[in-house]
């Protein structure tokens, strides 16, 4: 499990902050005796997905990241600046929270240099230039004249 965490996040300070997140325990005595609390439905559709291992929770082969935790590890995935599409990728191959992608998005949207870098896949719409009428009408002249040559042979 220690290689689902970014390099700047040690295992026992993630299970530690785990034992300490109150949302982290239920999750783990709901998953234990399958007993749904309101506050946690919104889990209930992903139920069998989720399991624990060693004391963490995980989604698949992914960690649950608790709520104090989530801003740090959003910061150390956005570090370098790849934008929002790769800072959602490298996040979804290793840790998983709820609203995880909104988290993301609302972090690039307020980074000021995800801002300088980002690559702009709107091209800038082609300008029309108005061909001067003499050119347009040499440009006629010429093709009809190797139009009637190829026709004539």
Known sequence: M????PKALKLEEFNETCQQDEESQKIKYTLK?????????????????LSIVDNTVLRGMRLVVPKNLRDRILNLAQE??????????????????????????????KCYSCKLVKNDLNPEPLIRH??????????VEIFLVLYRQVMNN
């Open 33 to 49: 005796y399958d007993v749904w609390p309101i506050e946690l439905k919104k889990y209930e559709i992903m139920k069998n997905e």
């Open 80 to 109: 370098p600046h790849p934008g929002l599409n790769r800072t959602k990728m490298r996040l979804r191959q290793k840790v998983w929270w709820r609203l995880m992608n909104k988290d993301v998005e609302n972090l690039i949207s």
């Open 130 to 139: 108005e061909m001067p009428h003499a050119i347009g009408n040499l440009f």
């Open 2 to 5: 220690e290689q689902q965490l």
